[in-house]
């Protein structure tokens, strides 16, 4: 089965009157029970494949496809919904909505995917434990700190039980003790069958990785199976 893959993926942007080839001819597979890395140098492509992989970005030319649904032959609206079933993300910015609550922060997709309002909150409490936000849950993002943040992005995209998660850096902000909590957590949704990209720059991630690739301008120049 595979959970998300791009096949022959380029894109590029217009720099002024230049253009740009962020992705070069990218193939990928993502499978299941995978913690799979992208590595890199900044400027390699690390986060315009995650983009094209999560259906946020078209790309120039190629094909891509999630949990068996083509995305480059939906529209933004159709990708939407493909995301919403099946992947979360979690933005190196956070992507947090300023006025609500770490909970209100998670509440939120869940009713976007439906869910009652009774699971929207104890789904949201359960989320938000597991990244050890327990006490913090009532608390505005600016109450919190980088790392406090991050976690509430991670509950928020492990709250509607995706098949799959992908991640821009999710670990960065964090200090050692939640850093570890943060891998436990990961390590425990792939071992249920799962799977987790991140382009992360985190050295600490790479003993717990499953596959590690690697992007050098805009293309892949390694791709290995560590464990």
Do not use: W, Y
């Amino acid at each position: 089965m595979i959970l998300a893959s791009c096949s022959r993926i380029t894109h590029e942007f217009a720099d002024g009157a230049s253009r740009i080839v962020a992705l070069d001819d990218v193939s990928l597979v993502v499978r299941p029970a995978e913690l799979l890395l992208v590595v890199g140098p900044s400027g390699s492509g690390k986060s315009t494949l995650l983009a094209v992989l999560a259906g946020l970005l078209e790309p120039t030319r190629g094909e891509a496809s999630l949990c068996g649904r083509s995305l480059t032959s939906l529209d933004a609206e159709g990708r939407a919904r493909a995301r919403r079933d099946h992947l979360g993300f979690v933005f190196q910015s956070f992507h947090l909505f300023s006025a609500l609550s770490a909970r209100g922060n998670v509440e939120c997709v869940l009713e976007m995917k439906g869910a009652s309002r009774r699971d929207q909150v104890a789904l949201a409490e359960q989320a938000l434990r597991r990244v050890g936000l327990g006490a913090r849950m009532d608390h505005r993002p600016a109450q919190l700190s980088g790392g406090e943040r991050q976690r509430v992005a991670l509950a928020r995209a492990l709250a509607a039980d995706p098949g799959i998660i992908v991640g821009d850096e999710p670990t960065s902000a964090l200090d050692g003790k939640s850093a570890r909590l943060v891998f436990d957590v990961l390590l425990g949704f792939v071992d249920g069958g799962r799977s987790v990209v991140l382009a992360t720059h985190d050295p600490r991630l790479h003993a717990l990785a499953t596959r590690i690739v690697t992007l050098e301008d805009g293309r892949v120049v390694d791709d290995r199976t560590t464990r």
